[in-house]
């Protein structure tokens, strides 16, 4: 099942803005000309990036690995492995393939630990209880019983 991220307004405004920005001078660059041309090359690139994070963020559950994608940040994680997700909290360090803030938090092996933001949080928690009803879900600071119907 693929669940799309949640899109923050802010992270919106910060995202198009300098795709918006980039773009602007990248054609004031060329309209003038100059030394400066290969800078178009460079700022294409980091506005590419910028479009390929926000229309290509994404979670998938399937099988029993959860893949995540973030333009060019991907991975996949063995939902066994997982032994708590904490929702309601934003994460400031380590890896971050959301565009929201108040996303989930997983936590799994022994020390790793990643912030993605699900549209649908509560679904996304539901479908990973099916695979590991172990998992340990703890929103706003207090650990709840899990969701899934066969816990």
Not at 15 to 24: D, F, P, Q
Not at 50 to 72: A, C, F, N
Request: aromatic share 10%; net charge neutral; proline share 3%.
């Amino acid at each position: 099942m693929r669940f799309n991220s949640k899109r923050d307004i802010w992270i919106s405004i910060v995202v198009w803005g300098a795709i918006a920005l980039l773009a602007s001078s990248g054609v004031e660059i060329v309209q003038h000309g100059g030394a400066e041309q290969w800078f178009v090359l460079l700022v294409a690139l980091i506005a590419g990036m910028l479009l390929w994070m926000w229309l290509g963020t994404y979670y998938v559950i399937e099988d029993k690995e959860l893949q995540y994608r973030s333009g060019p940040i991907n991975g996949i994680i063995d939902i066994g492995s997982i032994h708590t997700v904490i929702t309601g909290k934003s994460q400031y360090v380590g890896l971050k393939p959301a565009l929201a803030a108040k996303g989930c938090i997983i936590k799994y092996n022994k020390f790793d630990d990643i912030y993605i933001s699900p549209k649908d949080k509560d679904l996304f928690i539901d479908e990973l209880l099916k695979v590991n009803p172990a998992i340990e879900v703890v929103k706003d600071g207090h650990a709840i019983k899990a969701s899934h119907p066969g816990n």
